[in-house]
Nanobody
């Protein structure tokens, strides 16, 4: 499974960005993770095969994850972005006990 992510960029604090990730094959759960400079990778949000979203506390109320299963695509809509959201964002797909990772996309939030 290969993943193609897009949608990163630079935005001012309070702004919004939409990240998209498309998998080349069938997947079960998909998720978004991020890694800020000097920090460990952390979970942002995951969506199950049935479409149930799971959010990290840092994303609740500001981010929305959704999927189009027919297109093997997951979307992360990020609103009210803060400077601490600055990071490289990675999408991941989980299928048959394996995990697959896309190349990261940089999100920069300036205050």
């Amino acid at each position: 499974v290969q993943l193609q992510a897009s949608g990163g960029g630079s935005v001012q604090a309070g702004g919004s960005l939409r990240l998209s990730c498309t998998a080349s094959g069938r997947i079960d759960a998909m998720g978004w993770y991020r890694q800020a400079p000097g920090k460990q990778r952390e979970t942002v949000a995951v969506i199950t095969s049935s479409g149930s979203p799971i959010y990290a506390d840092r994303a609740k109320g500001r981010f929305t994850i959704s999927r189009d299963s027919a297109k093997n695509t997951v979307i992360l809509l990020m609103n009210n972005l803060k400077s601490e959201d600055t990071a490289v964002y990675y999408c991941a797909a989980f299928v048959d006990g394996e995990d697959y990772w896309g190349k990261g996309t940089l999100v920069t939030v300036s205050s």
